[in-house]
């Protein structure tokens, strides 16, 4: 792993022109986009027919901190067939980037497709933050995937990762996924993951099987609806004293409404409750943000 880092230093450096809040994405042979658009699916049982949802870490860490309706970065690509005849199947290059206050990251996305119902992916982000008394903290994760399309609907996934949260408390995690377009209007996808920490200076042993899922309904072709929900669904911590880790511990539902007033940009806002870290309550917290896309 050291020996990974400054390849992905050097790919930050070369990446800083990549700007994104949430997150424009810059594009070689695929096209990502966040959300799911458009009609269901024809029926051809091929993933380059369709946009194929793509469940990948966050891309800044500062973001976990945040009140969050799911806990990945969640996007949709359209799997382009290359004219270039080879034995193998090419890799496909993405680049991702987001920026909050005083960290940024970038992230490099390598996809490739054996079969044309098979897509393997894989990601690696770094990611920079400067505090005034501890000066620049670098942090990288590690992400691969596998998703396959069971039916011109249906799509199930698996992955891995590893993160290596500047060195205190890393964590690997692994997880299943599914994504059903139930009919032209309306979708629905969730996952189970499972989270362990590694080796840290604290001694601290946790673990947790999270839970979550997400409804989409379209409105209008600019309106669309959404639900949340997820929770732990198992926890192990081999310290009783210390409370579990954020990202372990954090049961949320709620809803929103998206609104796309130009076909590249749109805005989402909602309410989320969400457990406090302090009272163990459930606390309401308001969701405004702005999305970006390439296009429909």
């Not at 501890?134 to 996934?157: D, E, K, Q, R």
């Not at 673990?207 to 732990?232: C, E, F, K, Q, T």
């Not at 926890?235 to 929103?256: A, D, H, I």
């Not at 796309?260 to 917290?285: H, L, N």
């Amino acid at each position: 792993m050291k020996s990974f880092i400054p390849l992905l230093i050097i790919f930050f450096v070369a990446s800083t022109k990549i700007f994104a809040q949430d997150i424009p994405v810059k594009t070689d042979s695929l096209e990502l986009k966040t959300g799911i658009s458009g009609e269901l699916p024809k029926q051809i049982d091929s993933l380059r027919t369709r946009q194929l949802p793509l469940r990948l870490p966050r891309l800044n860490q500062a973001e976990n901190i945040l009140p969050q309706f799911t806990p990945y970065q969640k996007f949709s690509i359209t799997p382009q067939q290359s004219i270039k005849k080879s034995n193998l199947p090419p890799i496909h290059w993405n680049g991702a980037a987001s920026d909050f206050l005083n960290t940024k990251s970038r992230t490099a996305i390598a996809s490739m497709m054996p079969t044309s119902r098979l897509l393997l992916h894989s990601s690696a982000t770094l990611g920079v933050v400067e505090t005034p008394f501890l000066g620049l903290g670098y942090n990288y994760v590690l992400n691969a995937g596998a998703n396959y399309l069971v039916s011109p609907s249906l799509t199930i996934g698996t992955s891995g990762g590893y993160n290596a949260n500047f060195g205190a408390i890393p964590y690997w995690n692994t997880g299943i996924n599914a994504n059903y377009q139930i009919n032209r209007n309306l979708s629905i996808d969730g996952g189970l993951t499972y989270m362990k920490t590694t080796g840290n200076m604290f001694n601290l042993n946790q673990s947790a099987v999270m839970i979550d899922l997400h409804g989409r309904y379209r409105l209008s072709d600019d309106w669309y609806v959404n639900g949340y929900g997820g929770m732990p669904v198992m926890q192990n911590n081999n310290q009783p004293n210390r409370s579990m880790l954020p990202m372990m511990n954090t049961p949320y539902y709620g809803g929103s409404v998206e609104y796309w007033f130009k076909p590249t940009v749109g805005v989402e806002g909602g309410m989320i409750w969400v457990r406090d870290m302090f009272s163990g309550k459930m606390r309401a917290q308001p969701k405004l943000e702005l999305h970006f896309r390439p296009g429909r």
